[in-house]
C-alpha cells in the first residue's frame, strides 16, 4: 500500500479550494482530519458533486457510488489516501488487465 505524501495533502486542499471557489480559505487553514461535511468545512451535496468532478478530471479516479462517497469525503486524508488506492485502476481494466 502506497502511503499518502504531503504535497498530495497539500494538492487535495488545493483542489478543494478552487473546484468550490473557497477564495476566503488559505490550505494551511484546512485541517487534513476535520470532517468535510457537517462541523468541518460545512460542505453540502453539491460541493460533493463538484469534488467528484475535479477528482475524476485530475487523478482520473471515480466514485462509483454515495456510499462509496460517504467514506471517501470524510476528510483531506480519505480523499488522499483513495486516491493513491485507485489511481490508474480504471486505465488498467479498461486495458483488459486484472
Keep these: ?18 473546484r468550490l471557489k473557497l477564495e476566503e480559505i488559505a490550505v494551511d487553514d484546512i485541517d487534513t482530519d476535520a470532517p468535510l461535511f457537517g462541523e468541518g468545512l460545512g460542505l453540502d451535496s453539491i460541493d460533493a458533486l ?25 476528510s483531506v486524508r480519505t480523499i488522499a489516501q483513495y486516491i493513491i488506492d485507485n489511481q490508474g485502476k480504471e486505465v488498467a481494466a479498461a486495458d483488459g488487465a486484472p
Design 50 to 74: 463538484e469534488l467528484v468532478i475535479g477528482l475524476e478530471k485530475e487523478y482520473g479516479v471515480s466514485i462509483p457510488d454515495a456510499e462509496v462517497g460517504r467514506k471517501v469525503f470524510q
Design 1 to 18: 500500500m502506497r502511503v499518502v505524501t504531503e504535497e498530495l495533502i497539500t494538492d487535495v486542499k488545493k483542489l478543494i479550494i478552487e
